[in-house]
T-cell receptor, first 113, second 115 residues
C-alpha cells in the first residue's frame, strides 16, 4: 500500500500560470480532501469529495478547481496562479464512516512568483 | 461552525521531561472525534492520538496521553519522557461524525525538545 501519494513535491510557478496538483490513494477511501498550510494558520480545507462525481467547497476554495472521476484520484487545479497561493498543499483521504482520522500525503510546496 | 484553538505558539522541554500541549474547541455537535497530529521537519502529517467524544476514558498511545474534558471542551496532549524525535509542530484537530465530516485544525504549536 502506497497510501496517499502527491506529485509534484515542489513546484515554482509564475503569476497567471495554471497547473494541476495530483493526488492518488490506494486504500479505497470514499472521502478525499485538499488542504493548504500557511505559517500561523494551521491547515485549511480547500475542497473535498465524498465519492466519485461529488465535490464540495471547503473554507478557502477561491482560485482552485477539483474533480473526482475515480475513487482513487482527486486532482487540484490552480486556474491562474497568484502569489497568495504560495503554500504547502496536502491531500488526505479517509473512509466514509468511522474512525474518521484522515491519512495525509507528503505535501507539495508551491511557490508563485 | 466548529473552531479549534491552540493558544501557545511555541513550547520547549528538556529531554526526558513531561510536557503538556493545550487545545480547546467549540462545537454544538454531540458526536465528534478529536485528534492530535504531529508534523516533523519532514512535513509529513502523522496521527499521534485519537479521542472519541462518547468515550469517557482518556486515550493513551505509549508516551502520549490526552486529558479530555468534554464539559470544558478541552483536549490537551501530554508527552511523557520527551525525546529529541518529538521535536515537531503539533496540531489539534476536530471532526464531527458523518460522511461529510470535515477536519478543522488549530493553528499548531511548535515543540522543541532540548538535549
Amino acid at each position: 500500500n502506497a497510501g496517499v501519494t502527491q506529485t509534484p513535491k515542489f513546484q515554482v510557478l509564475k503569476t497567471g500560470q495554471s497547473m494541476t496538483l495530483q493526488c492518488a490513494q490506494d486504500m479505497n477511501h470514499e472521502y478525499m480532501s485538499w488542504y493548504r498550510q500557511d505559517p500561523g494558520m494551521g491547515l485549511r480545507l480547500i475542497h473535498y469529495s465524498v465519492g466519485a462525481g461529488i465535490t464540495d467547497q471547503g473554507e478557502v476554495p477561491n482560485g482552485y478547481n477539483v474533480s473526482r472521476s475515480t475513487t482513487e484520484d482527486f486532482p487540484l487545479r490552480l486556474l491562474s496562479a497568484a502569489p497568495s497561493q504560495t503554500s504547502v498543499y496536502f491531500c488526505a483521504s479517509k473512509t466514509a464512516g468511522g474512525p474518521y482520522e484522515q491519512y495525509f500525503g507528503p505535501g507539495t510546496r508551491l511557490t508563485v512568483t | 461552525a466548529q473552531t479549534v484553538t491552540q493558544s501557545q505558539p511555541e513550547m520547549s522541554v528538556q529531554e526526558a521531561e513531561t510536557v503538556t500541549l493545550s487545545c480547546t474547541y467549540d462545537t454544538s455537535e454531540s458526536n465528534y472525534y478529536l485528534f492530535w497530529y504531529k508534523q516533523p521537519p519532514s512535513r509529513q502529517m502523522i496521527l499521534v492520538i485519537r479521542q472519541e467524544a462518547y468515550k469517557q476514558q482518556n486515550a493513551t498511545e505509549n508516551r502520549f496521553s490526552v486529558n479530555f474534558q468534554k464539559a470544558a471542551k478541552s483536549f490537551s496532549l501530554k508527552i511523557s519522557d520527551s525525546q529529541l524525535g518529538d521535536t515537531a509542530m503539533y496540531f489539534c484537530a476536530f471532526t464531527h461524525t458523518g460522511a461529510n465530516s470535515k477536519l478543522t485544525f488549530g493553528k499548531g504549536i511548535t515543540l522543541s525538545v532540548r538535549p
